[in-house]
């Protein structure tokens, strides 16, 4: 887990397994087709059943499995039966199946994105290209308090979706219903009618309740009122998350609200977009991830999540990086820190930062490939198996059998994100081939056009789709 590899180190690591990998299927082609001279199987000996051939729809063969565990990549093959990963590694097909050759491709599961504000642009039909080239298969929208005002209209109501969706309540949202006058903290009657619309919302889906505690009028919320509501979330499930109350001058206090919030209400965290905003505040990650470590060891279930950008979209205006690109790569190397994007889509699909069209290339390109400061099989359980565990999903984020078949294949010499600060809406390259649901969304490099999406709910219902426990990290 720790080796660093450099790309060079990488794709000469890849040759080698691939080498490796069809030498050991060539030889189990020869061992079943030809017959075993005397010397390899004594007469006495009865030889191992042969295992029954699986049917698949879909089989990725060849590719190098990151299966998003975090544990080694490996050669093998995937397979595919309806919406559900059939079987992994070393097995053999029934006769029938759609062969994708992904010799040279790595193949993981797809990404999931916790912190966006893409659900009306998803919900309304967004084809979401940008995100399927990226590799990303699910988001979590109602990040930063802003959410859709009825959660279970919205969710009703969606007929097509590119993607998998899951949403959060906002804070603002239930603010603005709740607290008619503006400028004044809340009362103890409407917090009351808070906690009844976010448990309306949680009973409807909601995966959570989202705040910004930055902006108005949301920073009127005293610590004690979002702990009133976060005890809902204990009801109900659902995890807190927060952007907090300062990302500069402030942010050790903030973090340190978060926790307490979290603690005294008992319920997950999920820490929006850490940053060390501002010049005078580089260096300060190292406190803020300490602060993390502190309240996991006294057992807070407390994970952030991270873009990999120096500027916010604060920034876009003055051209100036805000964030040190090392506190940015402390917080991407850390255990409880995945990635997220912060992306944000216009209903025609533009965005005015690049991250919506490039972070998790530029993540694998620049900080894994190319630079090694995050291993390959850790980078794709940043953005897979941990953000799938945040959100309660059992059975998406990893590649093993029974779990959903939303599938990337990218090609690792050419993997990179395209958009930029001048020209945010340019489409990554190198992702090859994605599935969403067992169905084939990208196809050779490109989309398909297909809608496979599903709407995704969160909170207790979460247990009684657990297909099978989550086995490793
Ligand atoms: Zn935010």
Redesign the pocket.
């Known amino acids: 887990m720790t080796t660093h590899i450099t790309r060079r180190q990488f794709l000469l690591g890849t040759g080698s397994l691939l080498a490796l990998g069809c030498a050991s299927w060539l030889g189990l082609v020869a061992g079943r087709t030809s017959p075993a001279g005397p010397e390899q199987t004594p007469a006495a000996e009865v030889p191992p059943p042969e295992p029954s051939p699986i049917p698949c729809h879909y089989i990725f063969r060849h590719g190098l499995i990151v299966d998003g565990s975090g544990g080694k990549p490996y050669l093998g093959d995937l397979g595919i039966r309806g919406d559900r990963i059939v079987a992994v590694g070393d097995f053999r097909a029934a006769p029938g199946a759609v062969e994708i050759d992904a010799r040279g491709l790595v193949v993981c599961p797809g990404f999931i994105d916790v912190h966006t504000h893409t659900e009306d642009y998803l919900a309304a039909g967004g084809r979401a290209e940008m995100l399927l080239l990226q590799g990303v298969t699910t988001h979590l929208g109602g ?2 308090g802003s959410s859709v005002k009825d959660v279970g209209a919205f969710l009703s109501g969606i007929n097509r979706l590119a993607i998998n969706l899951g949403i959060l309540a906002g804070y603002r949202v239930l603010r603005e219903a709740a607290v008619t006058q503006e400028g004044r903290r809340a009362r103890a009657n409407e917090v009351a009618a808070m906690q009844e619309k976010l448990a309306g919302a949680l009973k409807e889906g909601a995966f959570g309740l989202s705040v ?1 505690l930055e902006y108005w009028p949301q920073y009127l919320a005293t610590t004690q009122e979002l702990v009133e509501l976060c005890q809902v979330l204990k009801e109900y499930g659902g995890f807190y998350a927060t ?1 907090i109350r300062s990302e500069g001058d402030r942010v050790l206090e903030a973090v340190k609200e978060a926790i307490e919030i979290g603690e005294r209400a008992g319920v997950p965290v999920e820490y ?2 850490v940053k060390a905003a501002g010049q005078r505040n580089w260096g300060k990650m190292a406190l803020v991830l300490n602060l993390l470590d502190e309240a996991r060891r006294s057992g807070l279930d407390i994970t952030a999540d991270v873009y990999g950008y120096t500027f916010s979209s604060n920034d876009l205006g003055s051209g100036r990086s805000s964030i040190k690109e090392e506190d940015m790569l402390l917080a991407l190397k850390h255990p409880a820190v995945m990635v997220g994007s ?1 992306s944000g889509l216009d209903e025609q699909g533009r965005a005015v930062h690049p991250r919506a069209y490039g972070n998790y290339p530029r993540i694998l390109r620049r900080y894994c490939l190319d630079q090694g400061i995050i291993t390959l099989e850790e980078s794709v359980h940043k953005m897979t198996l941990m953000p799938a565990r945040r959100l309660g999903l059992n059975d998406r984020g990893l590649l093993a059998e029974g779990y959903k078949a939303d599938v990337v294949a990218f090609d690792p010499e050419v993997i990179t994100d395209k958009a930029t600060r001048p020209n945010p809406n340019q489409m990554a390259i190198g992702v090859r081939w994605v599935m969403v649901n067992g169905q084939i969304a990208v196809k050779e490099g490109q989309p398909t056009g297909c809608f496979a999406g599903e709407v995704l709910k969160g909170g207790r219902r979460l247990l009684a789709i657990n297909h099978r426990p989550v086995a490793t990290s």
């Open positions: 990040n930063c910004g952007h929006s977009h912060d």
